[in-house]
T-cell receptor, first 113, second 112 residues
Framework: DTGVSQDPRHKITKRGQNVTFRCDPI?????LYWYRQTLGQGPEFLTY????????KSRLLSNRFSAERPKGSFSTLEIQRTEQGDSAMYLC???????????FGPGTRLTVL | LAKTTQPVSMDSYEGQEVNITCSHN???????ITWYQQFPSQGPRFIIQ???TKVTNEVASLFIPADRKSSTLSLPRVSLSDTAVYYC?????????????FGKGTRLSVIA
């Protein structure tokens, strides 16, 4: 399978703990996006990269959130001092410059107790 | 980015054609219209994209009137496996390289 992969698929953590998610995009894609989706809502944009450069961050991305894409390939999204409101599905997508489609991974479902 | 309005939910029987209409009155000149499909516990999947008139692929057709203030996604002969949430998005200049802005989508339920 050469699609977008995310790890882990599920994460349960206690409030106040730090969590890190990984996304592996389709190998030739230079753009990588992170979205968050809560129940009954559409995905909301968090941040995106072109190669290793972080181009934009949403206002939703508080200073407890940080994302990296150190070598322009995989990306990590870290949430520090998790809160119950962080419980959501975290989706990663990738795209190739000049094309009209973003490819989404299966998501990481985070539950903060 | 242009705001979109689409029905919250729709029901259909298997084998019928389903048309989901999306309103986007404030669409900009360089905005494209894109539809995504999402199954439970999965990421969204691109269905179709268009700028004007009609676009057809192996999955769906997209009809866009001349004023581009609305669009209609047409799914021919739906099956139970088409039960999903369908999102209409505008923007991105057709490149797919800008962050997508999703609304709440239309929840389609296909009944046997």
């Amino acid at each position: 399978d050469t699609g977008v992969s995310q790890d882990p698929r599920h994460k349960i953590t206690k409030r106040g703990q730090n969590v890190t998610f990984r996304c592996d995009p389709i190998s030739e894609h230079n753009r990588l996006y992170w979205y968050r989706q809560t129940l009954g809502q559409g995905p909301e944009f968090l941040t995106y990269f072109q190669n290793e450069a972080q181009l934009e961050k949403s206002r939703l991305l508080s200073n407890r959130f940080s994302a990296e894409r150190p070598k322009g390939s995989f990306s990590t999204l870290e949430i520090q001092r998790t809160e119950q409101g962080d419980s959501a599905m975290y989706l990663c997508a990738s795209s190739l410059a000049g094309t009209g489609e973003q490819f989404f991974g299966p998501g990481t479902r985070l539950t903060v107790l | 980015l242009a705001k979109t309005t689409q029905p919250v939910s729709m029901d259909s029987y298997e084998g019928q054609e389903v048309n989901i209409t999306c309103s986007h009155n404030n669409i900009a000149t360089n905005d494209y219209i894109t539809w995504y499909q999402q199954f439970p516990s999965q990421g969204p999947r691109f269905i179709i994209q268009g700028y004007k008139t009609k676009v057809t692929n192996e999955v769906a057709s997209l009809f866009i009137p001349a004023d581009r203030k609305s669009s209609t996604l047409s799914l021919p002969r739906v099956s139970l496996s088409d039960t999903a949430v369908y999102y209409c998005l505008v923007g991105g200049s057709g490149s797919g390289n800008t962050p997508l802005v999703f609304g709440k989508g239309t929840r389609l339920s296909v009944i046997a």
